[in-house]
């Protein structure tokens, strides 16, 4: 397994911001994405992004109740993706967690990830 850490995560009011981080150790991810994952609910899709190596483009994804607020980017020289999250809301509030995969399947789908952090908690008050 590589080990995927997070970091980031706290106790912000609503319309803060924080920014996560996920650093893989030892290897780059063509795709990586951020799930979450509140209390009683199931975890859901916030971003992805998939770096086509041949073109050297970043493609970015995102959940339709992030679009607008979230912004995911990686650093492919320190192995570390990043989500920015800007005018948080009390239902952002969840475990965050990091995930990576080489496959192909889609990645808004958590089943086409082999590889997840442990998760930050991000708590937005109202």
């Known amino acids: 397994q590589v080990p995927l850490v997070e970091s980031g995560g706290g106790l912000v009011e609503a319309g803060g911001s924080l920014r996560l981080s996920c650093a893989a150790s030892?290897?780059?991810?063509?795709?990586m994405a951020w799930f979450r994952q509140a209390p009683g609910k199931e975890r859901e899709f916030a971003a992805g992004?998939?770096?086509?190596?041949?073109?050297?483009?970043?493609?970015?994804y995102y959940a339709d109740s992030v679009k607008g607020r979230f912004t995911i980017s990686r650093d492919n020289a320190k192995n570390t993706v990043y989500l920015q999250m800007s005018n948080l809301k009390p239902e952002d509030t969840a475990v965050y967690y990091c995930a990576a995969t080489e496959s192909y399947g889609a990645i808004y789908n958590r089943q086409s990830f082999g590889y997840w952090g442990q998760g930050t908690q991000v708590t937005v008050s109202s």
């Open positions: 030892d290897r780059t991810f063509s795709r």
């Open positions: 992004i998939y770096w086509n190596t041949n073109w050297d483009t970043a493609y970015t």
